[in-house]
C-alpha cells in the first residue's frame, strides 16, 4: 500500500517496495495489474475527464479503502473542468477538496484565489465558475453525456435486441451499433476491448452463439 496516494497521483513516484514483491512482478509481467501506481493515476485521470469528484483513499491501520463517485456533485466543478483544460492534475484535487467542502490550507485558498476559480472566506470559500467566462449549460450537458458511458446492461441489450430483429450479424455490424455510444474517455482498443466483453458474457449465459466465423445469433 502507498504512503501517500498525494505522491502516486502527482508525482508519478509508486512504492518501491512491496510486502510481496515476486507476487507483483508476476501479475505485471501477465498484465494482470497495472504498472505499480499506474491504476491509481488512472482512475483519477478518468474521473477527471468524466467531470466527476477525485476518489477518496483512507490508508487507516494498514487498512485500504477507496470511495468512487460516479456522477456530478458540483455543476461549477464540471464547468471549471471544462472551460479550463489546462489546470493540473495537483490544481483539480484542491478544487475537489472545495467541492466536498473538506479543508484547504492557506497556500491553497491564496492559489485558488488568484486563479479566481473560488470565492468568498477561508471559512466559507465554494467554487466560483461565474467569475470566469461563463458557458451554457447545453455545453455542459453535452461533454457530460460524451464522457458519460451508459451501464454493461444497457449495450447488452442493444446488441440482443438487434440481433432479434435482424438475425445473423456479423462482428462488423455490432461495432457499428455499439462502439459509436460508448463513452468517449476510452480509446479505440478499450472499446473494442468492451464489446468483446459484452459479446462474451451474452455467449457465456447463453443468450447468443456464433454461427460461422465473425458471425452471431441468438441462441
Known amino acids: ?11 508519478d513516484t509508486p512504492e518501491e517496495v512491496y510486502r510481496n514483491p515476486f507476487l507483483v ?24 475527464q ?26 461549477d466543478f464540471a464547468r471549471i473542468l471544462i472551460k ?11 478544487l475537489d477538496k472545495v467541492q466536498k467542502q473538506k479543508s484547504v490550507s492557506g497556500d491553497e485558498f491564496k492559489y485558488l484565489k488568484k486563479l479566481k476559480l473560488i470565492e468568498g472566506r477561508k471559512n466559507n470559500i465554494y467554487l466560483s465558475a461565474k467569475v470566469i467566462e461563463p458557458i451554457n449549460d447545453e455545453e455542459l450537458k453535452a461533454e457530460y453525456i460524451a464522457n458519460k458511458s451508459f451501464d454493461d446492461n444497457h449495450f447488452k441489450d442493444m446488441i440482443v435486441g438487434y440481433l432479434k430483429k435482424f438475425g445473423k450479424t456479423k462482428r462488423s455490424a455490432l461495432v457499428n451499433l ?42
Do not use: C, H
Not at 500500500?1 to 502527482?10: Q, T
Not at 479550463?84 to 484542491?94: A, C, G, R
Open 25 to 48: 512482478e508476476a501479475m505485471k509481467n501477465l498484465d494482470m495489474k497495472e504498472t505499480q501506481g499506474g491504476g491509481i493515476r488512472k482512475i483519477f485521470n478518468f474521473q477527471r
Open 1 to 11: 500500500m502507498p504512503k501517500s496516494i498525494e505522491d502516486v497521483v502527482l508525482k
Open 84 to 94: 479550463n483544460p489546462s489546470l493540473t492534475l495537483e490544481d483539480i484535487l484542491m
Open 178 to 219: 455499439v462502439i459509436p455510444k460508448l463513452s468517449a474517455i476510452l480509446s479505440d482498443v478499450q472499446k473494442k476491448k468492451k464489446l468483446d466483453n459484452f459479446l462474451l458474457s451474452l455467449r457465456t449465459s447463453g443468450k447468443i452463439k456464433t454461427a460461422g466465423y465473425g458471425v452471431w445469433v441468438l441462441t
Open 50 to 75: 468524466r467531470f466527476f469528484p477525485m476518489p477518496d483513499y483512507d490508508l487507516i491501520d494498514g487498512k485500504f479503502k477507496v470511495t468512487i463517485t460516479g456522477k456530478l456533485l458540483n455543476e
